[in-house]
C-alpha cells in the first residue's frame, strides 16, 4: 500500500494540481486588489459608487440583493479573463495547443475508408 502511495505522488499529477492550488492561494489577493482597488474604483467614478451592492428591491420584509451578483459576475469574469491570459501565454511559451501540420480529421477518415474500399 505505500508503494502505490509513492507511486500515486510521484506520478506529477497530483504534484502540479498541487503546485496549481497554492499558486490559485497566492493569486487571490492580487485579483481582489485588482477589482476593488482598480476595477471598482473605475465604477465608483462612472455611477457615483464604488459597487453594486446597493441596487436591490424588497419582497415583503426581504431584500432581494442584486447588486451583490452584479459584483460577483464581475469579480469572476476579470478572474477568468486573466486565468484565460495566463494559460495563453503558458502555452505560447510552451507550445501547448499548437495544431501540428498535418492531414486534417476528414482527409484521414476519406483515406481509411478510400483503402477499406480497394479491399
Known amino acids: 500500500m505505500i508503494q502505490e502511495f509513492k507511486d500515486f505522488i510521484n506520478k506529477g499529477g497530483v504534484f502540479e494540481a498541487a503546485v496549481g492550488l497554492v499558486m490559485a492561494l497566492a493569486f487571490i489577493p492580487v485579483?481582489?486588489?485588482l477589482v476593488g482597488d482598480v476595477i471598482m474604483?473605475?465604477?465608483?467614478?462612472?455611477?457615483g459608487q464604488p459597487d453594486f451592492s446597493s441596487i436591490g428591491f424588497d419582497i415583503g420584509d426581504a431584500r432581494v440583493g442584486?447588486?451583490?451578483?452584479i459584483n460577483a459576475i464581475i469579480g469572476f469574469t476579470i478572474?477568468?479573463?486573466?486565468?484565460?491570459?495566463l494559460v495563453k501565454a503558458y502555452n505560447s511559451a510552451t507550445g501547448a495547443g499548437a495544431e501540428e501540420d498535418g492531414p486534417s480529421e476528414v482527409d484521414l477518415l476519406t483515406e481509411?475508408?478510400?483503402q477499406l474500399a480497394r479491399r
Not at 474604483?41 to 455611477?47: E, S, Y
Not at 442584486?66 to 451578483?69: K, M, P
Request: charged residues 10%; glycine residues 12%; proline residues 0%.
Open 31 to 33: 485579483v481582489d486588489s
Open 112 to 114: 481509411i475508408r478510400d
Open 66 to 69: 442584486i447588486g451583490s451578483l
Open 79 to 85: 478572474v477568468g479573463f486573466i486565468v484565460f491570459l
Open 41 to 47: 474604483q473605475i465604477v465608483a467614478g462612472v455611477f
